[in-house]
């Protein structure tokens, strides 16, 4: 029992506590090195951006360097951040910033390392995507672009032949040249349909997918919320509404277990596929490989999401996490992790490499990705992001999953206005 | 108590009151904790093979009675026996129709990928590290605080443990944004235990429970015949107090442990995925960008067992602590 | 204990409750400490709590008078008067989570409370193994709420889901857990129910054991069978216990966080895309960590205070009625 020699408890408890509060249980000790002794660097992703080996590889270059991932949800990673900002302590060395959310803390740029001044080689990526992490007088730049996520549509080349679809990309791609077609191409998938598959995972990633080749969405170029009064936005919505409708959708909430056990039994037959996307589907349904290819997305070109590394100021050890972040976005690296997860590199100079440029996914029946993305960036408008951008995004998709689930789209588009002018207020 | 009370922590009946016929009990004790064999105190009744009375007229339980009771238990079981089915099978397992019922091959290897992916490790040396140090304290100060409010006569005394009576009411997970912006801002502990321990370290309810235990079990003229021998106060509380204390410590003491390794709120917020507790890393599993529902499952086992193994050992201890805390006070 | 410590001599004690034990006064024993002694006692608590619990209690009251949003530059100490709260009265998503927060609360508190008073007369028996049967039905309380929710998420899971399954062996369609608020809030009380009944069901238990068997034998004579017994002894003299579980169980609901945060597969503290099971609690830590609207957040942090704190005196003074009628 716990109790038995109280009076030596008592005095442990003392003892315990005091040490506790000398050595904080030895958390937090190793941040405390000086900068000759070995550093810990910590990485904070919220996907799958960077792997051991590349770690691995850098503390092997840099010996007295230890680097450690900090993952967390999407959500999570971005709301801990804000709040690690907020109170001015536990944000990690290196931080990833996706890009819907970069712009929630380009207003507080003062935080975070700038890039301008470490000499880093901007060179590297597009003016474009420089800029959608830079202050807008573009004298501070906060984030170094990791991948990039052009858009294609994954499709099951098994459920696609059972339904009397063609299975060839050229002709998949010829089936749905814009997204009306794809939802009527839908219509002709559900007609002949094996039992228990639909056309798409959830409304919400449609959506995304169907924004992804607008220049602005949910804020104008200087910085107001429209998200209400942008055609873009209704049509997008009113497509994956009737999309719904037609009953296309898998209802499946993405990025949760039930989205995985779509895949993984086949419950959809294709699926809105940034670059990113190719790494999900691999990890979550590997018996899946060989049935699945890829086509060209609707309209040809768009982008949904990519992601930025960046260095809170916070951090003890700024200049060794700025030559990491330097080395983890750097060219040669991306192209690493292209060939390990997928990730595109947003390192325009990569694209004609013939790493990238010949590079077939052979779990994607050998799809010439390496292609396939260049060329839906390359047309697809630079967007424009706002510091919401990431909350009404999320209005958004929670209002067409109970449109999915039965609501009705008018009263769930109004909910989503107020869900986003609450957040912007 | 500023460890966010989880439901039932407040188990005092505070509304409840002496009720006539039981207040003696804690008297017959003597003061090592042993009660008199007349009549056996409410802890060892309780914990022990809970004489009630009602039975000798109600007699044995009928054949329905244990059947219900046995639905019940399966009740009770199959959640934690079904996490263990589909933490044993590969992922594809979850969407078998009719679902799995017996558990499969993969078990330890899911718990060998549990480690290495969610840290549990970590989790579980720092949930032992951050529920022991917290227990110890919570032990600590509830005695020391319930000694005194049981058997010293102070200025203000009554309105202090009103007070104290009255904050198990507050949830204190009320506070929760100048806390957080107290131990990361001002105290810098970000990702740091200290952030989930000390909150943690006093608990109104232990207050409460180790007065009211000590208001019958410590007898008066033992303190005045060690007050004569010259002792001092501390030295009393050190040879006196602590030893008639102990059975309320032992079961105090794993009520707060199962509490606070059950915690998520709090530490959810302070800690992150490098340096977890075992909550923290079971939610970061089933939250992760590969959400392989046998592998959260998994880390929901890994995160339970050290639990049930405590449950096993000292079940008896937690059980009459539960039930003494009921008709205590 | 100090294995120095005399043998403290067996006497009868002498503080009977109910009695107000007799003081250690300084004067009586010379060599006791000063009058700060027992000060110095109960201080590690006080200083805790004052720190840790007190302090930010007051802080929140200060926050809420601001417009503090961390996504805003320089709100920080904006002064903004009652401005958050008279938002808050308008809100109808605060609304809606205080709906849902009663509404679990009584779908989880009732059913919770009269199973565990049945398993407690089930209990209230001769059994054999009465050790094994107490520590089946307590199991579910040392299961932490994180492994309830994954484990409840899977066995509610909509597709391929065992509750589903055997709905369907029965002939029903399969139901949509996750959302709709019928559904949504019997998954939610389900967990809560399936972690509670047990614990409630022993203190239930204690209270039954603790009721005089004459006032059985009394009945028996008269001619009373089990069910009347039960009706008209055991429930009577449990109506203080039952009162005292009522309250804890809607202290517990009004803070239900864990387990509709963790049943919302897609963790952004919406409770359900249409806010189905969004708690109060939950919406507070949305403001404030997902949408960091601190000042808004602690303004609903404060307004949850005084809810509980009016519920808490209701059931005092029904506790009291209660009582005064015994």
């Known amino acids: 029992m716990l109790g038995t020699r109280a009076g030596r408890t008592a005095a442990l408890a003392w003892i315990t506590a005091t040490a506790v509060l000398m050595t904080g249980c030895g958390s937090s000790s190793d941040e405390e090195g000086d900068s000759a002794g070995p550093v810990t660097l910590t990485v904070g992703v919220f996907g799958d951006s960077f792997t051991p080996e590349l770690y691995r590889a850098y503390e092997a270059a840099h010996p007295g360097v230890k680097i450690k991932e900090v993952r967390a949800d999407y959500g999570t990673h971005h709301n801990n951040l804000q709040a690690h900002l907020t109170s001015g302590a536990g944000a990690a060395d290196v931080e990833l910033v996706e890009i819907g959310q970069i712009s929630g803390y380009l207003g507080q740029s003062d935080k975070f390392v700038n890039f301008k001044d470490t000499g880093v080689d901007v060179a590297q990526w597009t003016e474009a995507k420089v800029a959608q992490a830079s202050t807008s007088d573009g004298s501070r730049l906060i984030g170094l672009p990791t991948d990039t996520g052009g858009l294609a549509i994954c499709y099951r080349t098994d459920l696609f032949e059972k339904a009397g679809l063609p299975t060839k990309p050229d002709e998949v791609s010829a089936l749905f040249p814009t997204w009306e077609k794809y939802v009527e191409a839908g219509r002709t998938f559900l007609a002949a349909a094996p039992k228990g598959t639909v056309w798409f995972d959830a409304a919400g990633n449609l959506f995304n997918g169907i924004l992804g080749n607008e ?46 056990t779509g895949f993984q039994r086949g419950q959809f037959a294709t699926v809105t596929c940034p670059a990113w996307m190719l790494g999900y589907i691999r990890t979550n349904a590997p018996k899946t490989e060989g049935k699945w290819d890829i086509a060209t997305v609707p309209g040809g070109s768009g982008n949904w999401g990519g992601s930025f590394a960046t260095v809170p100021t916070q951090g003890k050890h700024q200049k060794q996490a700025v030559e990491l972040a330097t080395w983890l976005t750097a060219s040669e690296q991306a192209i690493t992790i292209y060939k390990t997860l997928g990730n595109f590199p947003s390192a325009v100079r990569t694209w004609t490499s013939p790493e990238v440029a010949d590079a077939k996914d052979a779990f994607f029946s050998d799809a010439p990705v390496g292609t396939i993305f260049p060329a839906s960036l390359e047309k697809a408008p630079v967007q424009v992001y706002g510091p919401q951008w990431g909350i009404i995004n999320t209005a958004f998709g929670n209002a067409l999953t109970t449109v999915e689930k039965g609501t009705d789209p008018e009263k769930a588009w109004s909910k989503a206005l107020k869900d986003v002018a609450a957040a912007a207020g | 108590m500023s460890r966010p009370p989880a439901h039932g922590e407040l188990d005092v009946p505070f509304g409840v009151g002496p009720r006539p016929g039981r207040s003696g009990t804690g008297a017959d004790r003597s003061p090592e904790g042993h009660a008199s064999p007349r009549e056996p105190s409410a802890l060892r009744r309780f914990s022990r093979s809970g004489r009630g009375p009602s039975r000798r007229v109600r007699g044995g339980p009928g054949l329905a009675t244990r ?81 005194a409010f049981a058997r010293l006569r102070f200025r203000g005394r009554d309105a202090m443990l009103g007070f104290v009576v009255a904050t198990m009411l507050v949830p204190t997970q009320l506070g929760v944004i100048p806390l957080y912006i107290m131990v990361t801002r001002w105290f810098g502990w970000a990702n740091d235990l200290r952030a989930v321990i000390l909150p943690a370290v006093v608990s109104a309810f232990g207050v409460f429970f180790m007065r009211q235990y000590l208001v019958t079990a410590l007898p008066m003229e033992l303190l005045e015949a060690a007050r004569i021998d010259g002792a001092s106060t501390l030295r009393i509380y050190r040879s006196v107090v602590l ?63 050290p639990m049930l193994i405590v449950f096993l050992l000292l079940g008896r201890q937690i059980i009459g602590g539960i039930m003494q805390g009921a008709v205590k006070a | 204990m100090t294995p120095s410590a005399p043998a403290p001599p067996s006497v009868r004690p002498g503080g009977v409750p109910g009695r107000r034990a007799p003081a250690l006064r300084g004067g009586r024993a010379p060599r006791q400490g000063s009058v ?17 619990s007190l302090f930010p209690l007051a802080f929140t009251g200060y926050v809420s008078l601001t417009g503090w949003n961390t996504r805003r530059e320089g709100s920080e100490a904006t002064f903004v008067g009652l401005e958050n709260y008279r938002h808050l009265v308008a809100d109808p998503d605060a609304w809606n989570a205080l709906r849902n927060t009663i509404g679990i609360g009584m779908l989880s508190a009732v059913p919770q409370l009269l199973l565990a008073l049945w398993i407690a007369h089930l209990l209230n028996g001769r059994l054999r193994g009465r050790l094994f049967v107490r520590m089946g039905v307590l199991v579910p309380y040392i299961t932490s709420v994180a492994s309830v929710a994954i484990i409840f998420n899977g066995l509610f899971a909509r597709d391929f889901g065992p509750v589903n399954w055997l709905l369907g062996l029965a002939g029903c369609d399969p139901v949509d857990w996750h959302s709709g608020l019928l559904p949504s809030w019997t998954a939610v009380s389900v967990m809560v129910i399936w972690r509670w009944t047990g614990y409630n069901a022993l203190i239930y238990l204690a209270a039954m054991q603790a009721i005089p068997p004459e006032l059985y034998e009394a009945a028996a004579i008269d001619g009373a069978g089990g069910w009347r017994q039960f009706l008209h002894i055991t ?92």
């Open chain 2, 243 to 305: 030893p008639v204390a102990r059975p309320a410590a032992a079961v105090l003491g794993l009520l707060t442990f199962i509490t606070a390794w059950n915690d998520l709120f709090w530490p959810l917020i302070v800690l992150n995925s490098e340096n977890p507790t075992v909550q923290v890393a079971i939610s970061s599993l089933a939250a992760g960008v590969t959400v392989d529902y046998s592998l959260t499952l998994t880390g929901a086992v890994i995160g339970t067992g």
């Open chain 2, 67 to 147: 059947l219900l009771l046995g639905l019940v238990i399966v009740m009770s079981a199959f959640p934690l026996y079904w996490s263990v089915v589909v933490a044993s099978h590969d992922q594809a397992a979850i969407s078998h129709y009719p679902p799995v019922v017996l558990p499969g091959p993969h078990l330890w290897e899911h718990v060998r990928t549990a480690f290495e992916q969610a840290n549990f490790a970590k989790a579980l040396w720092n949930s032992a590290v951050v529920c022991g140090v917290i227990t110890l304290a919570v032990l600590l100060t509830s005695t020391l605080a319930g000694f």
């Open chain 3, 235 to 326: 429930i009577p003299s449990l109506r203080p216990t039952i009162i005292f579980t009522v309250i804890v169980s809607t202290i517990g609901s009004m803070q239900l966080f864990g387990e509709p945060y963790l049943f919302d597969l897609t963790r952004n503290a919406n409770g359900g895309a249409a806010r189905e099971y969004q708690t109060f609690v939950l919406y507070i830590y949305q403001q404030f960590w997902f949408n960091g609207r601190y000042g808004y957040a602690s303004a609903l942090a404060w307004a949850l205070f005084l809810i509980i704190v009016v519920i808490v005196l209701v059931n005092l003074v029904l506790a009291r009625r209660v009582r005064g009628e015994d």
């Open chain 3, 36 to 52: 700060l002694t027992p000060y110095a006692l109960v201080s590690p608590f006080f200083l805790c709590f004052a720190v840790f």
């Open chain 1, 215 to 260: 220049a602005q969405t949910y804020y104008d170029s200087s910085g107001n919320v429209v998200a209400g009064q942008n055609p873009a936005v209704k049509k997008a919505w009113d497509l994956a509404v009737e999309a719904v409708k037609a009953g296309e959708s898998a209802k499946l909430s993405a990025f949760s277990a039930e989205w995985n």
